[in-house]
């Protein structure tokens, strides 16, 4: 009898430890962003699910720094061991759909595309530390998504590993 109690107890308790760890809140403003980003992903053979389960949230917020001199539109966060716990996107990115779909892509390429750092200063790249003109970023979707997506560390990852399986083989 104690014995099915005990066993009762685990399982139960590793229904509740399997449920948790997949709980993920998504600000709906970001879903469908976040799920052409998922998609871009599947194009490029790059995962993303694992992660994905590792975060709290994706959440618009209004803590990040928004100033005439500097904002920070986004930013990972991170616990007391250094793993991200959440991207956060600035309430103010919203104020235009093009502005809020080139932050977002950017701090979700530093999470699941692995950009450690930026690429640039502001060159024009979805990756840059600044982009003054999101405008022409926009105006040039497809190619900035093929340049994010072909230049990230995942994506080089993924390709080395193939061509040391290729040569492996042969």
Known sequence: ????????LIIILCKVVLVNAQDVSIDGRLQPLLNDFFTKCK???ITYYDKLF???SIDIVNTLTVSEKASTLGMLRRNKEGKVVSIDINWVAQ??????????F???????????????DDCGHIMSVVNSDYFSIANDWENKLKQLFEES???AKKMSLAFVNHKQEK
């Open 106 to 120: 950017h701090e979700f390429a530093h999470y699941f595309l692995e950009y450690e750092t930026h690429v640039c």
């Open 1 to 8: 009898m104690k014995n099915r109690i005990l066993i009762t």
């Open 153 to 155: 560390p995942a994506y």
């Open 54 to 56: 590792k975060l709290k």
């Open 43 to 45: 194009e490029y053979d």
């Open 95 to 104: 104020l235009d759909k093009e502005i809020l779909k080139v932050v977002a």
